[in-house]
């Protein structure tokens, strides 16, 4: 079965930084030729995109709210998309979910805490 294990959330200050990472297993194809993303949820809001990137890591995409502060990578030796998060603010905070897209193939994480707070 198709598993997406995020991990690296927590507890920071305004200001900070976190790496959430997420490992896939299970794909039916190799890793590296789906799309990857990495979405949140807070709370009373709908879940937004955060950012995406391509297979092979190619195109990427933020939301406007974290450009400049947030970089999407991937490692596809390991199987594995990381969202780095600087310059955090309390309107970061939220429940991040690592997604896999391929056509209509689509899975979700269960997702990691994220709370910015001092």
């Known amino acids: 079965q198709v598993q997406l294990v995020e991990s690296g959330g927590g507890l920071v200050q305004p200001g900070g930084s976190l790496r959430l990472s997420c490992a896939a297993s299970g794909l039916t194809f190799a890793f590296s030729i789906y799309t990857m993303g990495w979405y949140r949820q807070a709370p009373g809001k709908q879940r937004e995109l955060v950012a995406s990137?391509?297979?092979?890591?190619?195109?990427?995409n933020y939301a406007d709210s974290v450009k400049g502060r947030f970089t999407i990578s991937r490692d596809n030796a390991k199987n594995t998309v990381y969202l780095q998060m600087n310059s955090l603010k309390p309107d970061d905070t939220a429940v991040y979910y690592c997604?896999?897209?391929?056509?209509?193939?689509?899975?979700w994480g269960q997702g990691t805490q994220v709370t910015v707070s001092s």
């Open positions: 990137i391509g297979s092979f890591g190619g195109t990427t």
């Open positions: 997604r896999t897209q391929l056509k209509s193939y689509d899975y």
